[in-house]
């Protein structure tokens, strides 16, 4: 699987949009682009995935490159309980569905 | 729907003990993941099983973790002798497939090696 960079820490105001930038230069063409969060004593929640499309649901957007190199979690409105650990993941769908976590990027929303 | 239940929540021993992990998926999900946490890094899969049947191990070490999943539902691992590196949170997943795209994570053990 691709390996992925990302920040390690970012600010982000309440009510704001926080963009959550990761690079993923090496990934190839069946892999997707994973997001999870996870909050504070909490295990990982899912939040988002895609291929080379935009992608939203309920939580956020996904926005990825053309190239398909980098992407950017959008979290519209960012909310206190939105402060949480943010991995973003690269994996094709064959064989074993194993999730390499990086060291992810540690968002604060402020109040 | 209920999550993935895990217990205990903590335990604390001492090195050279035994120690051992229950997890709960959700109901009807067929894959399972154990994976370890040590404080600062991103979660690390151990085990992945596919019913009862173990899909990848690679990253298990095996000469002192084992885990099982008899009856395809739930699963405990399993640490014997525990050393100081253990400590970790253990995390279990499970998805209602392997190549499902969400995995839903239980709340965790935090283990204590002292």
């Known amino acids: 699987d691709a390996k992925t960079t990302q920040p390690p820490s970012m600010d982000c105001a309440e009510g704001r949009a926080a963009n959550l930038p990761c690079n993923h230069s090496t990934i190839s063409g069946n892999e997707y682009v994973y997001w999870y969060r996870q909050i504070h004593s909490q295990g990982p929640q899912y939040i988002i995935h895609?291929?080379?499309n935009n992608e939203t649901n309920e939580m956020a957007s996904l926005i990825i490159t053309e190239d398909r190199k980098s992407s950017t979690l959008i979290l519209p409105h960012a909310t206190l309980r939105d402060t949480a650990v943010y991995y973003c993941i690269v994996k094709g769908v064959a064989g074993a569905n194993n999730l390499f976590f990086g060291t992810g990027t540690r968002l604060t929303v402020i109040p | 729907e209920a999550g993935v239940a895990q217990s205990p929540r903590y335990k604390i021993i001492e090195k050279r003990q035994s120690v051992a992990f229950w997890c709960n998926p959700i109901?009807?999900?067929?894959?399972l993941y154990w994976y370890q946490q040590i404080l600062g890094q991103g979660p690390k899969l151990l085990i992945q099983?596919?019913?009862?049947?173990?899909?990848?191990d690679s990253q298990l070490p095996k000469d002192r973790f084992s885990a099982e999943r008899l009856k395809g539902v739930d699963s405990t691992l399993k640490i014997q002798p525990a050393k100081l590196e253990d400590s970790a949170v253990y995390l279990c997943?499970?998805?209602?497939?392997?190549?499902?795209?969400?995995?839903?994570f239980g709340p965790g053990t935090r283990l204590t090696v002292l």
């Open positions: 109901s009807g999900h067929a894959t």
């Open positions: 997943a499970s998805s209602v497939a392997q190549t499902e795209n969400e995995q839903f």
């Open positions: 895609g291929l080379k």
């Open positions: 099983f596919q019913n009862n049947g173990v899909v990848d």
